[in-house]
């Protein structure tokens, strides 16, 4: 009975922190850039929990870790020039107060200074490191596919010039990366640069979060943790009634 009990106050754990990760994923159903996470489960099996035989083993439930969707999110068109969406693998370079941390966030702007920087101010780095600054008569700026930047000073070709090109990384497990604050990773990994970048100017990727999907997987979760209930409830009460009957037998 006690390891009734226990097995299932495993699973309404695990089932806690899959409800965590779901609530995480519809909170961050319109954040740009944003990919959906899952918990990964697994059987535990252990040889004695209380009382029980030695030929017997009893299977627990176990969440080690959780799973990174990076399927692309929608592409959405804003017509600003200085919005980038990345198309396929790789991870924007963005220097923080913390260090070089990583981001699909391509919803870009410009400070006081002409510093190309994120929503949050941290400068967006080029692949050689160093941020991107324009002066006051720069104009038009265009963003190619791999992230070459260009200006023109009177809107002529002839005035055109290069000013850098986004960095554009990917590592080798994207699924070891650790989410911080402000749509922003990190990881200890080292740095591979992405073979084909595919960068969008004036687009930025939705968040590739399914609503209905996740609605679905909380509905699920909800019943799994009632189910896991309902076996601890009706394991204590025969824990109480076995008590009961022994007492009255004394």
């Known amino acids: 009975m006690d390891n009734a009990i226990l097995i299932g106050l495993s699973r309404q754990t695990a089932m806690m922190r899959q409800m965590s990760v779901i609530a995480n994923n519809i909170a961050n159903m319109n954040t ?23 030929d017997k083993t009893l299977s627990f439930v176990q ?22 969406a990345v198309s396929g693998e790789g991870f924007l370079k963005v220097q923080t107060a ?8 391509g ?6 200074a002409g510093q190309l920087v994120t929503q949050d101010g941290d400068p967006v780095l080029t692949d050689g490191g160093s941020p991107i600054t324009f002066s006051n008569d720069e104009s038009q700026i265009t963003i190619a596919r791999d992230g070459t930047i260009t200006t023109t000073r009177d809107g002529t070709t002839a005035s055109e010039q290069v000013r ?21 990773l990190s990881t ?10 595919r960068i969008i100017q004036g687009s930025i990727e939705g968040s590739n979060v399914k609503p209905i999907i ?27 009634q076995a008590i009961s009957q022994i007492a009255g037998t004394a």
């Open 164 to 184: 850098g090109k986004l960095a554009l990384v990917n590592f080798a497990n994207v699924q070891d990366m650790k989410n911080e604050a402000n749509n922003l």
């Open 63 to 84: 969440d080690y870790g959780q799973f990174r969707n990076v399927a692309d999110g929608e592409m959405q068109t804003t017509g600003n020039p200085l919005d980038v």
């Open 107 to 112: 919803h870009l702007q410009l400070d006081g």
């Open 188 to 197: 200890t990994q080292a740095e591979q640069p992405v073979q084909s970048p």
């Open 98 to 105: 913390q260090g070089v941390r990583y981001t699909r966030d």
């Open 214 to 240: 996740e609605m679905t997987n909380m509905m699920d979760v909800m019943r799994s943790y009632e189910s896991a209930a309902k076996l601890v409830d009706a394991a204590d009460d025969m824990r109480r």
């Open 32 to 54: 740009t850039g944003y990919k959906s996470a899952s918990m990964l489960f697994d059987e535990y099996v252990m040889p004695v929990a209380s009382e029980t035989s030695p």
